[in-house]
């Protein structure tokens, strides 16, 4: 998927109800400063998950970002989404009939898994400095999954193409980085038809 950026967070727990065992964790917490994403850090606004749930957007619940591994889906009623003061939460209801369903459920629960992570679309962002360093404020975006993930680091597909970019400009420019990083994160909006 074209310009689907990831980020994980440590907030995953497995957990038994009346109606079956569940999985319940953040995905997204609010204006946490991320690790260096290739030049620069990033935080998530709150305004951020709007569009996903007021749109009700088809989310799904994967383990390591793997499509072939769905454990919910907000459309079959499988994975909800809850905004609060933190962040984004979740509850997956997996079907454990499933065998890696079973298997994750399993790790969450013994706690050898307790990472939460999503994938995203940009749609709006903010850029400024903290003093050297480019900080990026996600104000909407499009969530397409949440999922479990074995190794929580603020790691994303674009980034690499993000440090590629951001070297090239630092070594043909001396300038204003920040600039730059609006003028590529305008350019993988149009891309992306919005």
Not at 29 to 53: C, H, N, Q, W
Not at 82 to 91: E, V, W, Y
Not at 161 to 187: C, E, I, P
């Amino acid at each position: 998927m074209d310009n689907v950026e990831r980020r994980a967070f440590v907030e995953c727990r497995a957990e038994a109800s009346d109606n079956g065992k569940k999985i319940r964790g953040y995905a997204i917490r609010f204006m946490a400063k991320s690790e260096d994403l290739g030049g620069f850090v990033e935080y998530i606004a709150p305004s951020a998950v709007d569009r996903t749930i007021s749109e009700g957007l088809d989310v799904r619940a994967l383990v390591d970002h793997d499509s072939g591994k769905v454990l919910g889906r907000t459309r079959a009623g499988t994975l909800a989404l809850r905004k609060d003061s933190k962040g984004l939460a979740i509850t997956i209801e997996p079907d454990e009939e499933i065998s890696y369903a079973k298997d994750i459920m399993r790790a969450v629960a013994r706690g050898d898994v307790s990472g939460m992570s999503f994938g995203f679309r940009t749609l709006e962002d903010e850029w400024n400095y903290d003093g050297k360093t480019p900080v990026r404020t996600v104000t909407d975006m499009r969530i397409s999954e949440v999922s479990i993930v074995t190794f929580p680091a603020y790691k994303q597909t674009d980034v690499t193409v993000a440090q590629r970019s951001l070297q090239a400009y630092q070594q043909a420019h001396a300038g204003n980085r920040v600039d730059f990083l609006q003028k590529w994160s305008r350019t993988k909006l149009a891309r992306s038809g919005r």
